[in-house]
């Protein structure tokens, strides 16, 4: 087993990666059409401090920072080792090649543009499914889902801020219930984060790997955390097209049921170099 970076060089690293280009490493793509991100190693602040849970909440319509318990305390992450991760959304169009269904609301398919939005209504237990095929079929990654500490130090890209971007400029990143119509959008639509991720906020929820717990933070491991090994739901991120702006943060933590597919949840894949 690999020994993970010391803390130094981690954010050696990290300051590096963002001296450079956001393409200093230029993307991959798969057999599908697939467009993946290299992220560097690193470190990061994961969670949300009570001062900015006080704030956020009023952008409730009934403020309460206590529904922000769950994101506390803040605590440094090491992401010890690269990987690379889906520059957007799986859209519709990927997800019927592979597994020939439609899943979601009809209209969605019958768009014109259907095949470049995400794909919704998938359960945990359906990404999982996706993924088996998916390696089955394309021997240049090992696919899986990121884990919520990979999810959140991508989606801040480097950020310590509650969000990556002002809130004034969100609507040129995220499609949240301001600025969506209530509906999905073509995936990479709106401008992407300092890593090239599109979508990391908004448009749909993504499924991560990790099981949910409340007090995930005052027990996790503090480098390449994968969270709880027992747990009845799985952790999604990022918020969507029908969320309003507190839940649109990389902050902001949710989950159901593996077998719950709402109209609003896709996913978001991690692909390992073989």
Not at 106 to 111: D, I, K
Not at 116 to 139: C, E, G, I, K, Y
Not at 159 to 167: F, G, Y
Not at 186 to 199: E, H, I, M
Request: charged share 20%; proline share 9%.
């Amino acid at each position: 087993m690999m020994k993970p970076f010391p803390r130094s060089l981690a954010c050696l690293i990290l300051a590096l990666a963002f001296a450079l280009p956001v393409h200093a490493v230029e993307p991959r793509q798969n057999t599908l059409g697939m467009t993946f991100v290299f992220i560097p190693p690193g470190e990061f602040r994961m969670g949300t401090s009570l001062d900015e849970a006080e704030s956020i909440a009023f952008e409730m319509p009934e403020p309460d920072a206590s529904k922000f318990l769950d994101e506390a305390p803040v605590h440094t992450v090491v992401i010890s080792q690269g990987f690379w991760l889906g520059q957007s959304e799986v859209t519709q169009g990927q997800w019927h090649q592979l597994m020939g269904d439609k899943p979601g609301p009809a209209e969605y398919w019958q768009q014109a543009d259907w095949e470049s939005l995400p794909v919704v209504s998938v359960s945990w237990d359906m990404a999982q499914q996706f993924l088996t095929r998916l390696n089955q079929r394309d021997a240049s990654f090992r696919y899986r889902l990121p884990s919520e500490a990979e999810w959140e130090y991508a989606a801040r890209a480097g950020s310590t801020a509650t969000r990556p971007v002002p809130v004034e400029q969100l609507a040129e990143y995220a499609w949240f219930i301001e600025n969506s119509g209530d509906v999905p959008h073509p995936v990479a639509s709106r401008k992407p984060n300092a890593f090239g991720l599109y979508d990391m906020l908004g448009n749909v929820w993504e499924w991560v790997n990790d099981r949910y717990h409340p007090d995930t933070y005052t027990k996790a491991t503090r480098t390449d955390p994968m969270g709880p090994a027992q747990g009845g739901s799985r952790v999604r991120r990022g918020g969507s097209y029908h969320c309003p702006l507190f839940q649109t943060r990389p902050g902001y933590r949710s989950a159901n049921t593996p077998d719950t597919a709402y109209s609003v949840i896709g996913l978001r894949v991690v692909g390992e170099a073989r």
